[in-house]
């Protein structure tokens, strides 16, 4: 796997799990707004995943 791939897979969970902990303990928006992050970063690496098994398989 792509090293890029898989820093925005781990950037991803992160801030996810950082902005649920942050929602539940302490600023609502800070927190929605880093999950809102995390889930863009899952999509990018997500997208990234599917066109390089495309490629693989041509």
Do not use: D
């Not at 781990?10 to 302490?26: D, E, P, R, S």
């Amino acid at each position: 796997m792509n090293p890029l791939t898989l820093l925005l897979a781990i950037l991803g969970l992160t801030g996810f799990a950082l902005g649920a902990v942050l929602t539940a303990t302490g600023p609502l928006e800070m927190g929605v707004i880093i999950m809102g992050l995390g889930l863009v970063f899952q999509t990018i690496s997500l997208v990234r995943i599917r066109r390089a098994k495309a490629r693989e398989t041509q």
